[in-house]
């Protein structure tokens, strides 16, 4: 069976990248996309000198700003990341149809047959590369190799403005020396989990059986197992179906009160309710965010056997979720719900009908 050709385009600081584009006068300096420092908001982006200082996304903007004061903070400009991105996708589309978007600056792209007829991927990739700067004046980190995993880590490899490939015969040395944390799919706590096992890189992961991978990490386990060995058949799907749908809310000043919280997350459910009544869709599972003062972040996810959308439904589940999740007493500057195991009603060509036997409880 011939092996396909897959291409994982990144863009480089994208957010930061286009801010440095249209304003020539933050060139050179550390460029940081997100809330003012003196507000309650967080780091979007930022580019590659603000990072060398420590300041990274998700990282609150009071705290990039003592990590790098001289720092220039924008706010985000997403009239003009869009504008990008749509020209990026319409390069991507020249070569394929087969474009898995992963997020407004990232894409799969399988390329083992395409509209040029070229038989070279780092071709293609190096011809896409050159286009979108030439349209967009913005660089691009590219990999390219034979399934998804690898791809994605041969684009990590050389960023920014980066294009590397792995090509069968070199995988197996360039995963055995791999740090286990850069393995796409091992986070934090994974990686320490793995470190206290042992495993420092992929050589030691591979020593490990599927059997023992499962009991220390349960079923993603397996994947663990499959991609220390170059094994990932996953394909570049089209499919623009929504994994999840969400809404949250920051608070101007922290709360205390549960009963407060308890006020916006029903505030919350009627918006999700809208939402979803205008898509025909219902969830079967709900997830309730609580970040605390301390930027100390919890969640608690429950599934149903019966799908809903009501809102007096998702207000109750999630109320009883945060009364299990939250620590009493302690301030809280976020909430949130997302709902996720969509099912999509204007697909179900036998809709069976959804009795409530639901009572408001406390």
């Known amino acids: 069976m011939s092996l396909r050709k897959i291409i994982h385009v990144d863009m480089d600081a994208f957010f930061a990248a286009v801010e440095e584009r249209d304003h020539p006068e933050y060139r050179g300096k550390p460029v940081i996309v997100g809330g003012r420092p003196d507000s309650r908001g967080v780091v979007s982006t930022c580019n590659y000198i603000a990072r060398k200082y420590g300041v990274h996304s998700a990282m609150p903007s009071s705290q990039a700003l003592r990590l790098c004061p001289h720092a220039i903070f924008v706010s985000s400009n997403f009239a003009a990341y869009n504008e990008a991105a749509r020209i990026i996708r319409e390069i991507f589309y020249e070569y394929t149809d087969l474009v898995q978007p992963v997020s407004i600056d990232e894409a799969y792209l399988d390329v083992t047959e395409n509209k040029k007829n070229m038989q070279s991927a780092t071709q293609i990739a190096q011809e896409i590369r050159k286009k979108i700067f030439e349209r967009t004046q913005l660089t691009a980190s590219a990999g390219v190799s ?55 890189c992929g050589a030691d992961l591979k020593t490990f059986t599927l059997a023992e991978l499962i009991k220390h990490f349960g079923k ?24 999840s749908i969400g809404k949250e809310r920051t608070f101007a000043e922290d709360i205390h009160e549960i009963d407060k919280m308890c006020e916006v997350l029903q505030s919350i459910a009627e918006r999700l309710h809208e939402n979803m009544s205008k898509k ?44 299990k999740t939250v620590i009493n007493n302690c301030a809280v500057r976020l909430l949130g719900i997302s709902l996720s195991n969509l099912i999509d009603m204007k697909d179900t060509k036998d809709k069976q009908l959804y009795f409530e036997f639901y009572s408001k409880t406390k």
Do not use: Q, W
């Open 280 to 323: 025909n869709i219902m969830a079967k599972t709900i997830t309730v965010k609580i970040k605390y003062a301390n930027f100390d972040v919890a969640s608690r996810s429950r599934t149903y056997s019966d799908p809903f959308d009501e809102k007096e439904i998702m207000a109750t589940y999630a109320e009883n979720l945060l009364r």
């Open 220 to 243: 993603v386990g397996s994947y663990y197992y499959n991609i220390v060995r170059g094994i990932d058949d996953r394909e570049v799907t089209i499919s623009h179906s929504r994994k």
């Open 146 to 200: 034979y399934n998804k995993f690898l791809a994605k880590t041969a684009s990590d490899f050389d960023k920014p403005d980066g294009l590397v490939v792995i090509p069968p015969g070199k995988a197996e040395e360039i995963l055995d020396k791999l740090p286990i944390g850069k393995f796409h799919g091992v986070g934090k706590v994974t990686e320490k989990k793995m470190k206290n096992l042992g495993i420092n």
